[in-house]
């Protein structure tokens, strides 16, 4: 950045000191023109006309190489506005990185007590869980009872476990079929009865 603003400086003195020169010159030749319009004799005429022209062709060189030199500083300082825009934006970016940075950190130790949190509770849940005490899921019985579809036989079943288990009575009333069980037996049995009632009260 700095060697590039050097070589403008240098640049401007240059093209100043071309225009010092180009004014010089002009000058020179406004006086030699003064000068030979003033002079009767045609030899010195002669002589300060070619070198007024010798002194027009060195301007226009001059001239020329004044608009190289300004087209070069143009370029020169084109250069160092996109140098400063790059600049400006890199800088930018980095910013933007730098929070990133941070954000991404700030999230990480967030993320971080959250896990040691989560760990905490499920320690805690395992620990309660050991405490618990186990249910009884003994089912074993089941196995036994015969799957014939046959209710006698379920009834039978369940009449053997029904004292070991203390499980209560089950109702199973199906009047379109015949039973054979005791415990169907009494049910049938009770069913006159309540016919009976209910004819005493008609």
Do not use: C
């Amino acid at each position: 950045m700095q060697d590039s603003d050097n070589e403008s400086q240098l640049l401007y003195q240059s093209i100043a000191e071309q225009q010092d020169d180009v004014e010089d010159k002009q000058v020179m030749v406004s006086s030699l023109t003064d000068m030979a319009e003033a002079q009767d004799e045609s030899i010195q005429i002669n002589f300060d006309r070619e070198l007024i022209s010798k002194l027009e062709e060195e301007i226009v060189l001059l001239q020329r190489k004044n608009i190289y030199l300004i087209d070069q500083l143009k370029d020169r300082d084109n250069q160092i506005s996109l140098f400063k825009e790059k600049l400006q934006k890199q800088t930018a970016m980095n910013e933007i990185h730098q929070i990133a940075e941070v954000q991404l950190k700030q999230q990480i130790e967030e993320l971080k007590i959250k896990i040691t949190e989560l760990h905490y509770k499920m320690a805690m849940n395992q620990t309660k869980i050991q405490t618990i005490p186990k249910i009884n899921l003994d089912f074993s019985w089941v196995n036994h009872i015969e799957r014939d579809h046959s209710h006698d036989g379920l009834l039978e079943r369940y009449e053997q476990i029904k004292v070991a288990k203390r499980l209560a009575p089950i109702q199973v009333k199906q009047p379109n079929q015949i039973h054979h069980s005791p415990y169907f037996e009494q049910l049938t049995e009770r069913k006159p009865i309540t016919q009976r009632k209910r004819l005493n009260n008609q």
